[in-house]
């Protein structure tokens, strides 16, 4: 089933399209788990790097 047009009838929208913009108001992953896994894969380098 295609998604609703832009601009479309709140009236007239599929009761499933709004559940899906309602739960797209906050970001997918959260910014301190993407700086945290950066830092551990940078801690990671720096140790295999002391290792050789």
């Given at each position: ?15 499933r ?10 970001p ?22 002391a290792?050789?």
């Amino acid at each position: 089933m295609a998604a609703d047009p832009p601009g479309t009838d709140p009236a007239d929208q599929n009761p499933r399209e709004r559940d899906l913009q309602r739960r797209s108001d906050g970001p997918a992953v959260s910014p301190w788990l993407i700086i945290g896994l950066i830092l551990m894969a940078g801690a990671l380098v720096y140790a295999v790097s002391a290792l050789l």
